[in-house]
């Protein structure tokens, strides 16, 4: 079966009777209109479908744990919609605690990760009861067990390790030593497990956990840095008399943005998983490990989409044909940031087929706030609107108020019903901590 990472479009795109695209059962052109642009709009059926068959893919594992990387796509609704599939979260910022928390789902299936957490971020974690940390590096170490001496508690954590492996999105490099501001270098593992065990006692040590990288194309990754941390594992057990139970993959399957782009599925990623356990388990001869994973851009990106309406255009002479929409780097700064591209067309039907190669512009005050290069839109004409595929993931997350332009409104469509999880902000909102100073 296709996974949904490896569509360009959500499980429910259709034509409908208008010879309009729809989605989740709506009309996009009916939603932009109802909704107005720029619109984020989320297909929970591909959600769940996804988030499903991370479960499905891993299901013979009985210690398989999936978790959810919040920095990809968190919303109060999205949270809910995770949680009641099972899903722990990754949470990487006070921000995303909280807002797990909000949406009334308990923290301790969930894991605190980050290269610099703050004294008020642990704390806030350590009190709603957050299921791990993941400890980063030696200060952290020494941070986490104060305050946790201070409150008279002991934390469950892992160590986030940096296990050598470099991935470049269709190619990936091993290292023996990695140039990288998160984790532990693996020579450094003795010196944290000593200090744990003679020093820190608050903090009982339960596993490592690792990230590749995201956007990732090559399996092979996945089962090196699964051998990577049995043979750690393997290694303190023989040299401190201590078994870690519990490793952490972290995420980083990619996702289908344009016909280039060829991930692996979903099961395809499980099973390279699954039988790297196996032999490594067998090999080094250690206890089956809790395995938690961790997805973000290939749980939530082919769920989301965003709508624009095409505005003012400019034909350079001789040149390219620009036409610029009501949103840009903002809501998502991918194609700026780092040249990400992404597939779009027009919602509604033409009468007739006049193709057009025109390059999509942003409304921001920067040059490189182009949407998407160079796109065939069918007889592209203002007031159109625009349905830019497989913005899910770090489109929102990633979206700021330059130009104190507004942030979009977010809505879900499920069954030909749609519904907002996110407003849109106002003006108000936009004003709310300025405060004029009389010095
Ligand atoms: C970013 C990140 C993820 C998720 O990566 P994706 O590429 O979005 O799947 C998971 N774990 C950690 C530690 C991360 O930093």
């Not at 010879?19 to 989320?42: F, H, M, Q, R, W």
């Not at 996804?50 to 949270?79: G, V, W």
């Not at 990732?216 to 393997?234: G, Q, R």
């Not at 001789?318 to 809501?331: E, F, P, S």
Request: glycine share 8%.
């Amino acid at each position: 079966m296709q996974s949904a990472n490896q569509n360009i479009k959500p499980l429910t795109t259709k034509i409908n009777e208008k010879g309009n695209l729809s989605i989740g059962g709506c009309d996009l052109a009916e939603l932009a209109k109802k909704y107005s642009t720029p619109l984020y709009v989320i297909d929970k059926e591909t959600l769940v479908s996804i988030a499903r068959e991370y479960k499905n893919a891993f299901k013979s594992y009985a210690k398989f744990k999936p978790k959810f990387a919040s920095k990809a796509l968190m919303t109060s609704a999205i949270a809910k919609i995770l949680a009641d599939e099972g899903y722990g979260f990754d949470v990487v910022s006070g921000g995303e605690i909280y807002t797990v928390h909000n949406a009334g789902i308990s923290l301790n299936n969930s894991t605190f990760n980050g290269n610099n957490k703050s004294r008020e971020e642990l704390n806030l974690a350590i009190d709603l009861g957050i299921g791990r940390i993941s400890v980063d590096n030696f200060s952290e170490l020494e941070l986490l067990n104060e305050i946790l001496e201070e409150k008279n508690k002991t934390q469950k954590i892992l160590l986030r390790v940096t296990p050598g492996i470099e991935c470049h999105t269709h190619e990936y490099i091993q290292t023996g030593h990695l140039d990288s501001k998160f984790g532990f270098d693996l020579t450094q593992i003795d010196n944290v497990i000593e200090l744990i065990t003679q020093k820190y006692k608050n903090l009982e040590i339960m596993g490592l956990h690792a990230h590749v990288g995201s956007q990732i194309f090559e399996t092979k990754v996945w089962s090196d840095e699964v051998e990577v941390l049995i043979k750690e594992i393997k290694r303190i057990k023989d040299k401190f008399k201590i078994e870690l139970e519990e490793i952490n993959i972290g995420g980083g399957l990619g996702i289908t943005y344009t016909k280039e782009d060829t991930p692996p599925s979903v099961q395809e990623v499980a099973n390279v998983v699954l039988k790297s356990l196996e032999e490594n388990i067998k090999k080094y001869n250690v206890k089956e490990p809790v395995l938690y994973i961790e997805p973000g851009r290939s749980m939530v990106g082919t769920s989301g989409v965003t709508l624009y309406t095409l505005g003012s255009s400019k034909q350079v002479p001789n040149g390219k044909k620009y036409i610029a929409v009501d949103g840009g780097m903002a809501d998502n700064i991918r194609p700026s940031m780092y040249g990400a591209e992404y597939c779009a067309e027009l919602v509604t039907k033409k009468d007739s087929e006049t193709k057009q190669k025109v390059t999509i512009a942003g409304k921001f005050c920067e040059s490189g706030d182009i949407l998407i290069k160079e796109i065939e839109l069918n007889n592209p004409q203002k007031g159109d609107i625009l349905c830019v595929y497989n913005t899910g993931a770090y489109g929102y997350s990633m979206a700021s108020n330059y130009n104190l332009m507004l942030k979009p409104m977010m809505v879900l469509v499920n069954n030909s019903q749609s519904a907002i999880i996110v407003n849109r902000q106002t003006y108000a909102q936009l004003v709310q901590n300025d405060i004029i100073a009389e010095i």
